[in-house]
Each structure stands twice: as structure tokens, then as C-alpha cells.
């Protein structure tokens, strides 16, 4: 590292740089969290098979691209998330009630929460047309989207600055001492192969 200061310098102010502005300079982001559930009209404390069902058919059809353009044609944002709630845990998953959680993130909260707004109506338009086209009628449908829980504003993202620094200053300090060793080898081939080509020709004599 003493032999090259200078790449030292540069790979230390890249990385660093860069790792310091996305962790403390970067804009903040929102979230705005909804929890939502399929539920049968009149019905909307029992949960069955066809409501935990379709809950899980409807969160996965909202995890592809084609819908996450819909949304954003919608005037909301394609980087949401959508998965069944776990009641488990993550080496053991649950997933026996019919609940969807929303997640939604911008930059702003307003727009954040317009996000999940446009969200949650496409699901319940979605719900209501796979519905119609089973022959259920505009006036009623079997299962309705009941929302459950959720903020009622959206909240800045943490951004866990502390944690973020340390695993940032680690990085730096491998990379720079990599660099470091990457350029002194490479140096010490470029000196092997010039003394290479100044040493005189050997001159075999018959």
C-alpha cells in the first residue's frame, strides 16, 4: 500500500465515496404497508380453503411484470411487494389465512401512499373481474378485498446508517489492500518483462 499511494487513493475515494453517498447523502425513501384479505361476503371471520386460495392466485398474480406495468400505467409504482403473510416462520412458512401484504415505496410520502391506493384498487378489480368471468353478476360478488391492517401514512425507510458504515469501512479496506497487491504484481511482471527485452540476445556459436 506504501508503494502505491496513489491507486490506494482512488479505490479508497470510489468506494467510499460512493458507499457514503448512498448510505447518508441519497434521498430518503417511503413505505407505505397494507395488509388486505379475501373474505366471503357475510362470511368475513371464516376463513376456508377457496379464500386462502385464491388470496395466494391473486398475490402471485401481481408479482410479474406484465401487472407491475398495468400498475404503473395506473399511475402508481411497479417496485412494490406482494406476498401471503407468513404465520410461521421463515424455515417453517404458514401460510393458512387468506391475508396479502402490500408494501409500497417513492420518494415522497404522498406518493407512496397513492402507490398502495392504486395497488390495492387494481387487486379488488382484478378479484371482481376473475369473478364475472365465472358468471358472478355487477351486483354481487362472492369474495370482496377487506382491508385489515395497515399505516395510515407512509413512514421513511430506515436506513440503519451505523451498521451501514461499518460493513462500508470493511469493504474499503479489503479492496484497497486487493488493489494494492493486484498493482504490485503487476508492476513487478511489467519490470521482469522490460529487463526481459534490454538483455542481450544469446549468440550461439557452431
Known sequence: MIRHPLVVLIVAGAIGGTGY???????PSYRAHT???????????????????????????FDDEDTREQVAQAGGRPDYLVAMANQGSEEVPIRDQPWVVLDTFAPSVAEADGSMAVLVRAMRVR???????????????????????????????????KQALVILALLTVVAVVKSAVVADRVLASLRSWTRLRRAPSAVSSS
Open 21 to 27: 453517498y448512498l448510505t447518508k447523502l441519497s434521498p
Open 127 to 161: 378479484l371482481a373481474s376473475w369473478q364475472m368471468s365465472a358468471g358472478a353478476t355487477d351486483d354481487y360478488y362472492i369474495l370482496r378485498l377487506k382491508t385489515v391492517d395497515g399505516t395510515k401514512q407512509a413512514a421513511e425507510v430506515p436506513r440503519h446508517t
Open 35 to 61: 395488509v388486505v384479505a379475501v373474505v366471503r361476503q357475510g362470511e368475513e371471520t371464516i376463513f376456508t380453503a377457496s379464500t386462502v386460495g385464491t388470496a395466494d392466485l391473486l398475490a402471485r398474480s
